[in-house]
């Protein structure tokens, strides 16, 4: 191969590199929450994918914070324990004995894989979960359900973060990979937590730069099932007027958002974990994909991507 045929293949991967520039320059030392779930947790070439996304964002110079859940981990695993996987109002019922195995598959087992293939690429991850220093804490949830409160076990509503552990971890230069396992903040228990809840909350907390939230979908689509467009972009407003509607999966979803995005955090995003490389996608390149929230102010006033 001649030196100018060499020079000529290279030129794409040049041009990529220049246009994720002015999304490096605008990134350079923010904080990046992101919530792993759905295909990209069972994967295994999309799970690569992912944990090389993160640690490039890690290496470009961006703080990530990873939260993760694992709803199928789990059934999977209450399954073999002879436990019926029972849901109301879109979340998982959990008794005493179901709570162990759920502490016990989150940071046992789907947080374990995912240091382990962080750190495939250097020293870089931790893992810790919402117990650890308080990081997550909680009281017990009790969902409506036909105009009276309904007992689910043990599953937590977020009431504090405590961000110190997350901090010293990046201050440090590592990858937080938090179970989002909570602390009681009264009653002694530790409850489970639905991962896109912790992770918005996380996000508030840190005064992140942005919430991506890792889906089995393209985006928010507008007018689903009658139509498959994705609205790439819209005000807090605009999706507050459209969570009535929306199926029950993509409610904590959309509500994470909108809760990040009117408590300080920049822009929220849903993005398609089943594309590779969807989290490279949408930071660095003009297009982007999925949906992103903006506050009302920003939304009103930016016609660029972010």
């Not at 520039?21 to 947790?41: E, S």
């Not at 007992?151 to 989002?180: F, H, N, Q, Y």
Request: hydrophobic residues 45%; contains cysteine; negative net charge.
């Amino acid at each position: 191969m001649s030196g100018a045929t060499r020079k000529h293949t290279a030129l794409p991967k040049a041009r990529i590199l220049i246009e994720a520039l002015p999304w490096l320059t605008r990134h350079q030392g923010k904080t990046v929450v992101i919530k792993f779930g759905g295909n990209a947790m069972v994967d295994e070439d999309l799970k690569a994918a992912f944990a090389q996304d993160v640690v490039f964002l890690h290496h470009a110079g961006l703080r990530p914070v990873v939260v993760h859940g694992g709803g199928p981990q789990i059934s999977a695993q209450l399954d073999r324990h002879g436990l019926v996987s029972e849901f109301k109002a879109g979340l998982r019922v959990t008794t005493d004995e179901a709570m162990d195995v759920v502490r016990m598959v989150l940071a046992g087992q789907v947080q374990r894989e995912l240091v382990g293939l962080l750190n495939e690429h250097g020293p870089i991850a931790v893992g810790i979960t919402g117990e650890d220093a308080h990081t997550i804490n909680a009281t017990k949830h009790m969902p409506v359900i036909d105009g009276e409160p309904v007992d689910i076990g043990r599953v937590g509503e977020v009431t504090r973060i405590d961000t110190g552990a997350v901090e010293a971890l990046l201050k440090d230069g590592r990858i937080p990979v938090i179970s989002s396992i909570a602390r009681a903040e009264d009653d002694g228990h530790v409850y489970n937590v639905n991962a896109d809840t912790a992770a918005a909350a996380l996000a508030a907390a840190l005064g992140a730069e942005t919430l991506m939230v890792l889906t089995d979908v393209e985006g928010l689509y507008e007018n689903w099932p009658l139509s498959d467009e994705v609205i790439s972009r819209l005000s807090a407003t605009e999706l507050e007027k459209l969570l009535p509607d929306l199926s029950s999966g993509m409610v904590p979803k959309m509500e994470g958002c909108l809760f990040a995005v009117r408590n300080g955090v920049n822009t929220a995003r849903v993005i398609d974990g089943r594309v590779p490389h969807s989290i490279l996608l949408e930071i660095f390149t003009d297009e982007g994909i999925g949906t992103m929230v903006l506050p009302d102010g920003r939304a009103a006033s930016t016609t660029e991507r972010e």
